[in-house]
Structure formats: C-alpha cells, structure tokens
C-alpha cells in the first residue's frame, strides 16, 4: 500500500463516513438476535436467568479469570468493585483525569477523595511514576483505566500497590480482549470492570457490565453487592444496591461473544491500515499517531491521533463538513470539571493531561469500516492541512478558514 495513496482516487459515491455504524454490526447478527431474545421470552426468566450464567463465565474465562458477576453498567461495575473494597469516607483513590467521567464519579459517590494523576503522553494511560508520588497514608486503591483499548503498565501499577497494601481496579471499559504479556485486562489487578454499553467492543443494546475478580472472597461479596446484599432471598447480611444484568443484554451480548475477536482483528487491521495511509499521504509529521507498546495487544476501541499547535478544533469543523465523524475524548481533564474544582486542582496541575485535552481527535475505528472509507478520512485530513499550508504561504491566494 505504501507510496500508492495520491495515486488513488478516493471513492466518490462516498456521501460520509460515520464515527461509528452499529447498523452494519446487527444487520450480520439480526436472524441471531432475534432468536435468542425470542428464547428469553419464551423462558420467563428475564432477570439474573440462565443468559446472564452463561455470559458471566464465558466473559470470566475469556478474561483468564476465575470469577465474573454481571451488573446493570459500567460505571456500576467501577462502584461495585470499590465497594467490594471497602473504599469509603476519608479514603483516597489514585485515578487518572484523563478518562470518563465514571471512574472518578464513583469514588465520590462514595465518600471517598479521587486523586488524579498524571498520564503518559504516548498510550494516553496512567503513569506509573506520577501515582507513586501521589500514594498517601489515605490511599485506598488505584484505578488503572486501560484507555482506548491498550493496557496500562500493569507490572509498575501493582508493584506499587503491594507495596504500599493498596487495591487495584482495573477500569477496563473500553478494553476487553486488550492483552499485557499474554494477559488479559481485567486479570492483572484485584478486580476489573467492563461496560458492555453500545459503543464498546462488545456493545449490547443498552447498558450492561461485568466485574471480574481473582479471589473468591471478592466475588462472593460482589454477588452479595450487586442484590442489594440479598442471600437468601430476603436476608440481608450488607447494605447493597440493585444493579443487575438482565436476560435480554445478557443474550444479546452471547451471541456478539462469537465474533469478539474476529471484530477485534479487524480493527487492528483498520488501525494498521490508516498507519499505511497516512504515512502515504505524508501526514505522519503533521499528526501524531497512536502506538501500540511493546508486549501488548491493542484493541482499538478509539484511534486517537493528536494534532498541534491549535488546529484540532479547526480540522474537526473541517471533517463535519465533509460529514466525516470525528469525536474529542475528551476534551477536559476531571481534574478541570466543575464538579472538581474543589479539590483545587489548577489547570495545568496535569501537564500531560492538559495537553492531550488540546491535541486529541478521534477517527473512525469500527469494524465494518471499508478502505474506501478510511481513504476518505485521510484525504479529508489531508486536504485540510494541504490547504492550511497554502494560506501560509500565499495568505492572499484563499479565503480565510471558516
């Protein structure tokens, strides 16, 4: 492919390009669904019934760990999982602020203070050497979040926690199937947390979550956690909540466990691909392109590039008219939210993080997305910065940009 991009026309029948399409996903699967949801109907069983079983093992065993309890999202599944730890008032957690907005949300809701680190600046992940400096006698846990779709550096993360006797979440929301030295996310740390929300690798058809866990202990007290401490049916032996999976995510997300990974090759196939087309398209010193770390699986939930000096926001309105999707996530530190703002935190606290909040730009990444299509997104960029520099040098010659 190298070297052949400018000599390709790009595919005019092309009306758009959307960040995401999840109607080619179920057009594929639509004869599946329907049959399984009939099944559930047809069992009655349309809370924590035999499909929710099954998705927990089956997610539990692709995750390379022993235990798997389903629940109502993924911002439950971070709560459930500090609960479990028993993370409450006058604990700190260490989470990164360049994440959604669940992973810091949780740890408040709890009475607990989020700490925010620092990330680093090529996997968008949190940086090892910014938690420990931020480890107090107060410190609970950490919350890793394996962004985008490629892990942390978990050996770093948890030789710190022993160190210091401290939990490790995984929020692994966005990075199921992610690998780290042939392990999966979700088996590094104490616990992990999945959201099976639409957009995710493995979407369902609303809301939905899985923690894992390695230790019985944890697991046993989750399942307790997730029905309101329930066991047996109205005895409660702790103050839980309800966040329960029901039958219809569970069977949908059963049958969409099959093509997991053949979808998730195929976006490593895309991620590859744009690296080819860019580089083509002489755009690799322009953008800043996503990397993929030694020893790692990416799962390319998110392509991310970054853009300098100013001009993402320019090349976003630039794409939309070209009616080319593409997403800024995310474009405020926690550390800068409103909400936040009493823990008095300055915008610049997080350097790495207030500079990535700047630059990133998300580009389509799904499955189904055609060549054609990811031609298209390159050429729309590159027109951008072709025309960009024609204003610099002949600032005369071209309208202002819009």
């Known amino acids: 492919m190298k070297g052949n991009f400018n000599n390709q026309t790009v595919n005019s029948s092309i009306q758009g390009v959307a960040l995401l399409d999840l109607k080619r996903q179920y057009a594929v699967i639509k004869d599946e669904i329907t049959d399984a949801l009939q099944r559930v109907c047809d069992s009655g069983a349309f809370v924590l019934g035999p499909e929710v079983k099954t998705l927990e093992k089956s997610i539990a065993q692709y995750c390379q760990v022993e235990y798997g309890i389903a629940c109502a999202s993924g911002s439950d599944a971070v709560l459930l999982a500090l609960t479990a730890a028993e993370v409450g008032p006058g604990d700190e957690v260490i989470v ?3 994440t959604f907005f669940a992973t810091a949300s949780a740890v408040s809701r709890l009475g607990a203070k989020p700490v925010f680190a620092d990330i680093d600046p090529v996997s968008f992940n949190l940086s090892p050497a910014d938690v420990s400096r931020k480890v107090t006698q107060r410190t609970k846990a950490v919350i890793p ?3 985008f779709g490629q892990m942390a550096e978990m050996q770093l993360l948890n030789t710190i926690a022993q160190h210091h006797g401290l939990y490790v979440i995984e929020d692994a929301a966005q ?3 992610s690998e780290l030295e042939g392990r999966r996310a979700g088996s590094w740390g104490d616990m992990g947390a999945f959201s099976f929300y639409p957009t995710k690798n ?5 809301d939905g979550g899985l923690v894992t866990a390695r230790s019985e202990q944890l697991a046993k007290r989750l399942h307790l956690l997730h029905v309101h401490g329930m066991e047996p049916r109205y005895y409660h032996s702790i103050i839980g909540v309800n966040s329960r999976l029901d039958s219809f995510q569970a069977a949908i997300l059963n049958v969409k466990m099959k093509y ?3 979808w998730t090759m195929l976006r490593i196939q895309n991620a590859a691909r744009y690296s080819d087309l860019f580089d083509d398209a002489g755009l690799t010193q322009t953008l800043t392109l996503p990397k993929t770390l030694p020893n790692r699986r990416h799962v390319w939930n998110q392509y991310t ?3 300098p000096d100013g001009r993402r926001d320019d090349l976003r309105r630039c794409l939309a008219e070209r009616k080319i999707g593409a997403e800024i996530y995310y474009p405020l530190g926690l550390h800068e939210q409103e909400c936040f703002r009493h823990l008095g935190y300055r915008a610049d606290s997080l350097p790495e993080t207030y500079r990535a909040c700047q630059e990133v730009l998300t580009l389509p990444i799904f499955p189904e ?3 054609a299509e990811q031609r298209m997104v390159v050429q729309g960029i590159k027109s951008y910065f072709d025309a960009d520099t024609q204003r610099q040098f002949y600032p005369s010659a071209l309208p202002a940009a819009a």
Do not use: C, D, M, N
Request: net charge negative.
């Open 96 to 98: 990164p602020s360049f």
């Open 145 to 147: 979040v394996h962004l």
């Open 175 to 177: 990075a199921v199937g």
């Open 202 to 206: 493995l979407g369902g058809a609303g």
């Open 260 to 262: 997991l990974e053949g």
């Open 305 to 307: 590039v970054r853009v």
């Open 369 to 371: 997305l055609t060549e």
